[in-house]
């Protein structure tokens, strides 16, 4: 079973940066599907980012052109880059894995099994 952990969570001002990264250790998979998602205080979990295993990467309109998610397999980690951070970017930041593909797409939190604890990002004004 898949053990996923975040790191990197801070908090910053409006405008600024952090990245984020995933550890995943004990691998059962040859490939896994992966993705960057956030909860809010009172506010559902949702996707943020996430890369398919022949690295198609998707974003949440609401952080398009401002996050990257990248991984470096060598490691088995994942990352996300996010820039020109806002308050509403706020939120407890959660990596997942599924092996080969999520089926209900990349960016729900649906069909992911593999779950970190999360790393808090506070923004800021």
């Known amino acids: 079973q898949a053990i996923l952990r975040e790191s990197g969570g801070d908090s910053v001002q409006s405008g600024g940066s952090l990245r984020l990264s995933c550890s995943i250790t004990?691998?059962?998979?040859?490939?896994?599907?992966m993705g960057w998602f956030r909860q809010a205080p009172g506010k559902e979990r949702e996707g943020v980012a996430g890369?398919?295993?022949?690295?198609?990467?998707t974003y949440a309109e609401s952080v398009q052109g401002r996050f990257i998610i990248s991984q470096d397999k060598e490691k088995n980690t994942l990352y996300l880059q996010m820039n020109s951070l806002k308050p509403d970017d706020t939120g407890m930041y959660y990596c997942a894995a599924e092996p080969f593909y999520n089926e209900y797409g990349i960016l729900s939190q649906k069909g992911f099994s593999y779950w970190g604890r999360g790393t808090q990002v506070t923004v800021s004004s």
């Open positions: 004990k691998l059962s998979h040859s490939q896994y599907c």
């Open positions: 890369i398919e295993t022949d690295g198609k990467t």
